[in-house]
């Protein structure tokens, strides 16, 4: 993983946000992988490593940053899992978007494929999706054959600047890249995103911001993870 990867132990101290028996939320930064990356700093191998094993319960893209959340027994991680599975879990991520006009909440229903060099795209024509008020969907007729997804993405504009807007997005669905893709494909790309962004300057503006669970003992957690100085660097919103 390289010289410059944190142990275990700096990880847990300035990224800790809940820890018991069961399980461990942390604050990830962007550019660290959840499990899975080779050559990456990988949050699990590197808990292992440590004399640590972790089961997460739900992932986050590499390039984002935010509330991640692990089992630390296996017994806990299907009941956690479970409610990934089942939609119970609150999830909110703050979006910094390119451009500005959209309205003051959104839903964005869109069905998901997986194209060329595994790249996942919206499973229609781009000219066949259209918008009616504040809500985005292709009819039946355009989806395209083969594997598709439904998939669904709502949200509420919080703030925005002369070319960017902030965004606080719930995935109803937990589809891989759905929230980028989503939003790239209704002409608002994430700012940094490299799937939509040739050479970008800046990092990728998604941050898991708030998470609402269950744990395996009964207790009901809502949990937030403020933006860092980096995420709050990507637009003038006052956050």
Known sequence: MGATAPTWAQVRDGREVLADDHLL????PPGWSVMGERHDIDLVRLARDAGETLWPAHRIDKVTSGLVLFARRLEAHGTLTRQFAERS?????LAVTRGTGLPATGSIDLPLAV????????????????RDGDHWSVPGDAVLAGDVYPSTTT????AEDDDRTLL????VTGRRHQI????????????GDPLFEK?????VGLH???LGFTAPDGTHHDLEAPPREDFRALGAFGM
């Open 25 to 28: 939320v942390l604050d990830k």
């Open 89 to 93: 879990v609150a999830k909110t991520y």
């Open 115 to 130: 194209g060329r060099k595994n790249r996942v795209r919206i499973a229609a024509p781009r000219e066949a999706i259209t």
């Open 155 to 158: 949200f509420e504009r919080l």
């Open 168 to 171: 606080a997005v719930h995935p």
């Open 180 to 191: 980028r893709v989503h939003l790239a494909w209704i002409g608002h790309a994430l700012v």
């Open 199 to 203: 050479a970008p300057t800046t990092r």
């Open 208 to 210: 898991s911001w708030r």
